[in-house]
């Protein structure tokens, strides 16, 4: 997957025009692969492949999807869950929504009404309300910026925080 991407915070009526329903799947499960290197599987209850004026392929699943991102050692990175989902495929996007839930392999957990995620650029994006929890505590607030495995977290807006700790 190879692509270029000014602006990460790209909206979605930038990337939908006039479109075509070209196929309806049920029961999907896909690979996407870098040079024969797993990156991301995809499953999914219903997919809609939809080509785009701009002969753009997307791929809507209207009924939710579950996202798995490998490493360069083809281990888990993070899981994606999302009540629904919307792949622009030649710009590399992904937006989902309702009761998303992304997870990295630190069990950090990252729960959103809605997320943006380029993925030329390894980076997530929401402007609504999330919720980010991990062992140390939780913590939630809006316009969120982060990579995909959440070494990088960037959170605006905090509306509350909670930290875990132990007394002796």
């Known amino acids: 997957m190879v692509s270029c991407v000014e602006n990460p915070e790209i909206k979605l009526s930038q990337l939908e025009g006039d ?27 219903k997919l ?18 579950k996202l798995i991102f490998y490493d360069s050692l083809n281990n888990i990175e ?8 919307k792949l622009f495929t030649e710009k590399e996007f992904l937006h989902v929504k309702n009761n998303v839930r992304f997870e990295n392999f630190n069990l950090d957990t990252l729960f959103a009404k809605e997320l943006d995620i380029d993925f030329a650029k ?11 929890s991990n062992s ?22 905090i509306s509350e925080g909670h930290v875990n700790f132990e007394t002796e």
């Open 136 to 157: 140390e505590g939780r913590i939630s607030g809006t316009k969120l910026k982060a990579n995909s495995n959440f070494t990088f977290f960037q959170l605006s807006d």
């Open 122 to 132: 390894d980076s997530i994006y929401s402007e609504k309300m999330v919720i980010f």
């Open 48 to 65: 809609i492949k939809i080509l785009s004026d701009e002969e753009q392929l997307i791929m809507e699943c209207p009924e939710g999807l």
């Open 19 to 45: 479109s075509e329903s070209l196929e309806t799947a049920y029961g999907v499960t896909l690979g996407f692969s870098d040079f024969g290197q797993s990156k991301l599987l995809l499953t999914a209850p």
């Open 78 to 85: 993070s899981t994606l869950i999302a009540d629904y989902g």
